[in-house]
């Protein structure tokens, strides 16, 4: 009897060392593959939400950086010094170089082009896959018209002081095409607009990345880009068609709608700038490609699946004004 029970016992303990049968293997693999589904797919769905999330934080960055720039120098536009001259030699912004230099001037899907005498437009090249887009240009006092003005609050440029867009001395002859912005004058004349085909080399291959580039007039050969990212710029003008006052009456037009004689009535500006996020979104791909708006309205879908947003931005020209400045005597 003994014996018997003990057979039994040492039967049923080799097949209990004996291991999971073959049932119980697979249904454990199953177990573990669908723990391991739900776990990658935990994981695949938070990286795309972190790295979405940061392309849309350096698009808001690179935005900001923009509005920044923007709203310094439009805000600027047709600024001069009060302050007296006792030589005679009046501070007269719109005279100070040929062509008159204008406080604010833009121009419809294309560049300023300052060297006809008369301030102009040359439209934009076409560049298959680019936007149509829009330039403007600001001016303002950047130093003393002459050295005998007293009681200047500006100083003569030295070390980065009242220069042009880039940081140069616009009071200095510098050569340059003859479409760029006149040299030689104590008046900063600063063009924004967006580069149009514009091939750089990043991680050793040839890729576009469109830039918002300023063109000085300090160094009028040499534009320098401002912010990576910028797709596209617009630009769109209030108007007045009346008297200066609370009866004046504003019209909102693009550059084009805006006369030769009227830009001294420009009274304040809406600018719009599409913005590029620097990488894909996500990584993952959307299926037909990412949706956007320009910012002309249209609804758009980028193929290359990176996030775009445009934003529009409205400045006050603080320094309009219909009639040149004027000598102030003592």
């Not at 720039?69 to 170089?97: C, E, H, K, P």
């Not at 076409?126 to 500006?154: C, F, K, R």
């Amino acid at each position: 009897m003994k014996q018997a029970v003990h057979s039994m016992i040492v039967r049923h303990r080799a097949k209990w060392v004996g291991g999971f049968s073959l049932v119980e293997l697979m249904v454990a693999m199953a177990i573990g593959l669908v723990l391991l589904s739900v776990v990658g797919a935990i994981f695949l769905s938070s990286r795309s939400s972190f790295l979405t999330s940061d392309q849309r934080g350096r698009v808001n960055e690179s935005s900001r950086l923009v509005h920044d720039v923007l709203s310094a120098m439009v805000r600027q536009a047709g600024y001069v010094d009060i302050a007296n001259n006792t030589s005679g030699t009046a501070i007269i912004f719109q005279d100070v170089a040929p062509p008159p230099v204008q406080a604010v001037f833009g121009c419809s899907n294309g560049r300023a082009d300052f060297g006809n005498g008369a301030w102009a437009c040359t439209a934009n090249t076409v560049v298959a896959g680019e936007l149509p887009s829009d330039s403007i240009a600001v001016s303002y006092q950047a130093q003393q018209a002459t050295a005998a003005v007293q009681g200047s609050s500006l100083t003569t440029f030295a070390g980065g002081i009242a220069g042009d867009c880039n940081g140069n001395n616009p009071g200095i002859a510098n050569a340059g095409p003859a479409t760029a912005p006149p040299s030689g004058i104590p008046v900063a004349i600063n063009e924004f607009y967006v580069g149009r085909g514009v091939v750089t080399t990043q991680a050793g291959q040839s890729v576009r990345i469109p830039e918002l580039y300023c063109l000085g007039n300090g160094a009028r050969a040499t534009a320098q880009p401002i912010a990576q990212g910028v797709e596209q710029l617009r630009a769109f003008y209030y108007v007045t068609g009346g008297p200066v006052g609370a009866f004046s009456v504003s019209r909102r037009v693009n550059a084009a709608g805006v006369a030769a004689d009227e830009w001294g009535k420009v009274e304040a500006v809406d600018i719009c700038v599409l913005m590029q996020s620097p990488s894909t979104a996500g990584g993952i791909g959307i299926v037909g490609g990412t949706p956007y708006t320009d910012c002309d309205g249209n609804a758009q879908t980028s193929t290359d699946n990176r996030l775009r947003k445009a934003t529009w931005y409205s400045f006050n020209l603080r320094n309009r004004t219909n009639t040149n400045s004027v000598v102030v005597r003592p």
